[in-house]
């Protein structure tokens, strides 16, 4: 296991000096043929902003492209991220709100509104960021190098510099089949469905399965073969760790807590590979069956000082969870129900909705099972 995570350590660095000579080829390249005298007369200012202005700008383009591409297969629209800043649809209305947890990246969620859509229909909608990225960056490099811009709007042009790079690079690393900490490029997506194994289609499975939660479908309603275990997906993976998440909350609403206990387990041994900076909402999943399955006094302390920190700036559904577990384990019935009824007020706000509708559902069956 060391020496695989090593060689796709070593694989990462080596794509990533590859996009880097691709990034700093396209510049130098374009400099070479618009006159880099012109640049050499703008402040070191300009360049600066423009390069990080440049660099949400084409998230915001890849995005956009899903968007567009969602829209031609006649994809719903749920959400839409540009680094931390997300536009969800409610019935009609749209909602604006930051998300700091999504980081510098961005998604858009959007569902097919036809259970018969295609692999086909999925795929247009993965390709539409690469697409976008890469049509803004020849559109960039033909005003650059076929017009005199550079001459009559230097600043623009700066402009236009930046994104025809960004653009350039958004577009291969997203078409680049690349996998880190267990998620997957578009491009890795694509490749996925054009292959069809078995483990392919496995895993698109699963990529829908999180598009449809996070679009507002309740993965406790979901069909029991999206969580039946194939042997593709090992405990120490994203995608296991994902499932096994969802399959513990699955076996507690239907009472069987020795099944439940089994996941949560499972989770446990394997925590080492979830991606540190999500790490302790796996955490929680424990604290939730040393609390209610196994009450665990002795773990649930050891776990719970674990995430207190990041706990303090949580304030999503699951992190209100854990703190009226917490109540729970201290026997203060009255601070229990006012963290159940702050779920139920975050549960309108949720980011990822279809989760939201489950930890409501598990608290409420919790709840009644200790009353």
């Known amino acids: 296991m060391k020496k695989k ?32 005298e012109w640049i050499m007369s703008l402040p ?18 890849h995005e956009l492209g899903h968007l567009l591409a969602g829209l031609t297969q006649r994809f719903h629209f749920h959400s839409l991220n540009v ?23 961005g998604f858009c969620i959007m ?9 086909m229909n999925f795929g247009i909608f993965l390709s539409g960021g690469i697409v976008m990225n890469g049509l803004s960056a020849l ?9 005199s811009i550079t001459q009559s709007a230097p600043y623009f042009s700066l402009f236009l510099l930046m994104n025809t790079i960004f653009g350039a690079f958004s577009a291969v690393t997203n078409l680049l089949p690349f996998r880190a900490g267990g998620f997957k490029s578009d491009g890795a997506n694509l490749l996925s469905l054009i292959r069809k194994s078995p483990k392919d289609k496995a895993e698109i499975q699963i990529v829908m399965m999180t598009y449809e939660v996070s679009g507002g479908v309740n993965p406790l309603a979901m069909d029991e073969e999206v969580f039946t275990e194939s042997g593709y997906f090992l405990d120490h993976d994203v995608y296991g760790m994902t499932l096994n998440n969802y399959r513990m909350f699955r ?51 050891k776990n ?14 699951e992190g209100e969870r854990v703190r009226m577990l917490n109540s729970y384990m201290k026997g203060d019935a009255e601070e229990m129900n006012a963290h159940f009824q702050r779920m139920k007020h975050l549960a309108h ?6 989760d939201a509708k489950m930890e409501l559902q598990v608290a409420k069956q919790f709840l009644s099972r200790v009353a």
């Open 139 to 147: 559109l960039g490099a033909y005003l650059l190098l076929a017009t």
């Open 251 to 301: 076996a507690y609403v239907n009472s069987d807590l020795e099944r439940a206990g089994n996941y949560a387990k499972r989770i446990e041994e394997n925590l080492h590979g979830y991606p540190s900076v999500f790490r302790y909402k796996m955490v929680y999943q424990l604290l939730f069956y040393y609390a209610c399955i196994e009450k665990n006094e002795e773990m649930f302390a």
């Open 5 to 36: 995570k090593q060689k796709q350590s070593a694989s990462s660095i080596l794509i990533s000096l590859v996009l880097g000579g691709v990034l700093g080829f396209v510049g130098v390249l374009l400099l070479i043929n618009t006159n880099d």
């Open 83 to 105: 680094a931390g800043l997300t536009v969800d649809r409610e019935g009609e209305q749209f909602k604006f709100s930051w998300n700091r947890a999504q980081g510098l990246g």
């Open 304 to 317: 719970f000082q674990e995430v207190e920190k990041p706990l303090k700036r949580d304030s999503s559904i």
């Open 44 to 61: 070191l200012w300009s360049i600066l902003v423009f390069f990080v202005l440049s660099y949400y700008v084409q998230i915001l383009i």
């Open 111 to 119: 569902l097919p509104t036809e259970k018969k859509s295609s692999e």
């Open 349 to 354: 706000s949720a980011k990822i909705k279809g």
